[in-house]
């Protein structure tokens, strides 16, 4: 959810703020073409109080989601988030409408399979296991680790851990030819 002058506090913070306009072609209430979105992500909407965007959003529990945001004020407020670790820095209370809020679904964003690398992470030919010359995978791009059908959301750090693993013992095989 996003607080209608957060454009002004974000201004500060590092990234790259979203043209407003452009945040138009996600909000099905919005007119216009959707031009470059996928259909499931025109998801995003606006409203003048909580309960309404929560209708929208398709929350059932409104009193909760308005909790929630009472909770995340009060913390903005202290200028502490005790629940999750946000540096004070980047807090803001949500209080001013209109109020955003956007309906995902959860999903990963992780590849399960990959190509099949040899011992150095060098891609190898389908046809055989002969590596492709100057051609390497890593991380969740190289194969036979995931049984290529599942993700495993219990263990933190396994796709960034494999990453950084694999990236330095490929770099220092690659800095060694």
Not at 159 to 169: D, K, M, W
Request: charged share 30%.
């Amino acid at each position: 959810m996003l607080r209608q002058d957060s454009k002004t506090q974000a201004e500060k913070w590092p990234g790259k703020l979203f043209d407003p306009d452009a945040l138009k072609a996600y909000m099905p209430e919005e007119s216009g073409e959707k031009k470059g979105v996928y259909e499931d992500q025109v998801a995003t909407f606006k409203a003048d109080t909580l309960d309404e965007l929560a209708k929208k959003l398709g929350i059932t529990d409104a009193a909760a989601f308005k909790k929630s945001v009472e909770r995340y004020n009060a913390l903005a407020a202290e200028g502490k988030d005790e629940d999750f670790g946000k540096e004070g820095k980047w807090l803001t209370t949500i209080d001013t409408p209109p109020f955003y809020g956007i309906h995902r679904k959860v999903r990963v964003s992780a590849i399960v399979s990959g190509v099949h690398v040899g011992e150095h992470m060098e891609v190898l030919k389908a046809d055989s296991s002969d590596p492709i010359k100057g051609l390497y995978a890593i991380g969740n791009t190289a194969g036979d680790f995931y049984c290529g059908i599942d993700y495993t959301m219990w263990m933190p750090g396994l796709s960034l851990g494999r990453a950084h693993t694999q990236g330095y013992v490929m770099g220092k095989y690659v800095a060694n030819l």
